[in-house]
């Protein structure tokens, strides 16, 4: 089973995506956090994506689809994979489809976290991040048990650069004007679309209803 976990900055990817890696005993495979981890350990790519992450721009689809093809290439990602941030554009859709056929695997299933701007700039600011585990917190929704520190590892909680509103704007605008056109391009057969405005375990149950069908498809 290939899954792409697909939809705004702040719908729930992240969270959704890890759900049904557990579940299918496959790996979960964030961009994102790629991304991230490359700025943190100021490699030669971590200085090239550092700049882009910050202002909330997409990284370039040639750097993007080097490091993801990387990845999938990976002997863990032969029985499947979940990919949360990927693809982001439709070159790099078509990027992934050829990458997927070289290799001999399954054409993805899109799994869409629909989420309105207004109710993701109202979480995104909200949102913290250990500093150690990646762990993800809300102070709405899911805090976490002491203030500013992490329930798993004790770290310290962070606002990511890219949690900032004006950023978030600037991440909505740039989904909407590139994101936005990879679901047409996939179309209504292969997305299935769950409202991601309900509660994690809601979101949770209508995700499992779609991956299921989706495995059984
Ligand atoms: P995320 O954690 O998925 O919200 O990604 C954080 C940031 O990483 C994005 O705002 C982009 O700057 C960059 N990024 C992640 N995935 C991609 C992608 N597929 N293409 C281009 N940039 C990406």
Redesign the pocket.
């Given at each position: 089973m290939i899954y792409l976990v697909f939809g705004p900055?702040g719908c729930g990817?992240?969270t959704q995506a890890a759900h049904l890696a557990e579940r299918f005993h496959i790996p979960a495979i964030?961009?994102?956090?790629m991304?991230?981890a490359e700025c943190k350990a100021g490699t030669d790519l971590g200085k090239i994506?550092c700049a882009?992450?910050t202002k909330?721009?997409?990284?370039?689809?040639e750097v993007?689809n080097q490091i993801?093809a990387r990845r999938l290439t990976q002997p863990d990602c032969r029985q499947g994979f979940v990919l949360?941030?990927?693809?982001?554009?439709v070159p790099?859709a078509r990027q992934l489809e050829s990458l997927l056929r070289r290799e001999g695997l399954m054409d993805p299933r899109v799994i869409y976290l629909d989420v309105p701007d207004e109710a993701l700039v109202q979480r995104l600011t909200s949102r913290r991040q250990c500093s150690e585990c990646g762990h993800i917190y809300n102070l709405h929704f899911q805090p976490p048990v002491r203030p500013g520190i992490c329930d798993v590892d004790g770290g310290t909680l962070m606002v990511r650069a890219?949690d900032q509103e004006s950023v978030i704007r600037q991440?909505l605008r740039?989904y909407h004007e590139l994101t936005g056109p990879v679901l047409n391009w996939y179309g209504p057969g292969v997305v299935h679309r769950v409202d991601g405005t309900r509660s994690v375990h809601d979101v949770t149950d209508a995700v499992d209803v779609e991956a299921m069908d989706c495995s059984t498809a």
């Open positions: 900055p990817k992240g964030s961009t994102g956090e991304f991230r994506v882009a992450l909330g721009e997409l990284v370039s689809d993007t993801v949360d941030g990927y693809p982001r554009t790099q890219d991440r740039s």
